[in-house]
């Protein structure tokens, strides 16, 4: 099939929710790109705007996340043990949901500190350049980010389409589907793509009004 028609094909399955492997096929051509690297773009305006209209979220959804999700992983763990070497039984699905609900924290984790920027950047050797330096890096940063994003977007699309078309479901489990989990992945990275227009902006701002452009980053602080 063309390219067009594969871009036709994933964006009129997607929204009718009839997967089939001629979709799964469309997914895997280079038109996945051609879809997924605009829909990041615009979910990352999107977002952007979101966080604007919506402080309380720009503060504290993927804190929310990290926290809740950190929360129920001790919960199932905690529960299994004492399952274990208490009553010598075990629910089968103690040993694979958690790790579903870990990939979540660590990649909303990841978007939140793409905002905070605790990310690996050498600040110490950037505070001693000038100030068209300092923006050259922090574009270069963004850049990446967003190239990072649209890649995890279209890959792990493609991923959860195939999951969803297999008929997967985590191990353990009669009825509980993988794509659930995996559907996460390919939102976050939109969300990401957010928080990386959100510190381009911030950055272009602080060049144009004098304000500095590289400050210390905590992990865990606030936004």
């Known amino acids: 099939m063309s390219i067009w028609s594969d871009i036709v ?7 009718s929710g009839d997967i089939n492997f001629k979709v799964v096929q469309a997914y895997r051509s280079e038109a996945a790109w051609f879809v997924f690297g605009p829909l990041t773009a615009i979910g990352a305006v999107l977002t ?28 199932i763990i905690f529960v299994g043990v004492i399952q274990r070497f208490v009553f010598s039984s075990q629910v089968p699905w103690s040993t694979t949901i958690p790790p579903l ?21 050498f600040n110490e050797f950037r505070t001693k350049m000038g100030r068209s330096g300092q923006l050259t890096c922090l574009m270069l940063d963004n850049v990446l ?14 991923v959860t389409v195939n999951t969803y078309d297999n008929f997967a479901i985590v191990l353990g489990t ?13 939102l976050c990275f939109i969300m990401m793509a957010g928080r990386v227009l959100e510190n ?19 992990i865990g602080g606030d936004v």
């Open 9 to 15: 094909t994933i964006i009129t399955a997607t929204l």
């Open 48 to 75: 952007y705007f979101l966080y604007k209209k919506a402080p309380w979220i720009d503060r504290n959804f993927e804190r929310a996340v990290i926290v809740y999700t950190y929360i129920i992983i001790a919960l």
């Open 145 to 158: 980010w967003f190239i990072f994003c649209i890649i995890v977007v279209t890959t792990t699309a493609r």
């Open 200 to 218: 381009t902006i911030e950055d272009l701002t602080n060049f144009r009004t004098g304000k500095p452009l590289i400050n210390q980053a905590v």
């Open 174 to 186: 009669d009825n509980v589907m993988r794509w659930w989990f995996l559907v996460t992945m390919p």
């Open 101 to 121: 609900l870990f990939m979540i924290m660590a990649w909303y984790g990841c978007s939140y500190n793409v905002r905070l920027r605790t990310h690996l950047s």
